[in-house]
């Protein structure tokens, strides 16, 4: 049973990095793609970031593009999201997702973690 574990979450000011991290268990991590994807308050879950297998191809929603950065240690079962120069639209629980497609839509994703909590403020 594969299991994906968020975490690095919390309460940042304006401008400020993050890094999130996502830990898949119980499969073969190194055959999954994996993205984060982001639910803000009172909005649809959208899709944030996601990279292939060998992560040598990866895929940004363009308002992130240029601060955030998406990558993964196959050797560690590990994804990342690095967050750097933050605003308030960043707020948003943040899920990660693993699976056999490598896709901008979140029903075609496998597996999902719990979410982590990202909130941005003065």
């Known amino acids: 049973q594969v299991q994906v574990v968020e975490s690095g979450g919390g309460s940042v000011q304006p401008g400020d990095s993050l890094t999130l991290s996502c830990v898949v268990s119980?499969?073969?991590?190194?055959?999954?793609?994996a993205a984060w994807f982001r639910q803000p308050p009172g909005k649809e879950r959208e899709f944030v970031a996601a990279?292939?297998?060998?992560?040598?191809?990866?895929s940004y929603l363009d308002s992130v593009k240029g601060r955030f950065t998406i990558s993964r240690d196959n050797a560690k079962n590990t994804a990342f999201l690095q967050m750097n120069r933050v605003s308030p639209e960043d707020t948003a629980v943040y899920y990660c997702?693993?699976?056999?497609?490598?896709?901008?839509?979140?029903?075609?994703?496998?597996?999902w973690g719990q979410g982590t909590r990202v909130t941005v403020s003065t």
């Open positions: 119980g499969g073969s991590f190194r055959d999954y793609a």
């Open positions: 990279i292939i297998w060998t992560g040598d191809s990866t």
């Open positions: 997702a693993a699976g056999t497609k490598y896709t901008r839509v979140k029903g075609l994703w496998d597996f």
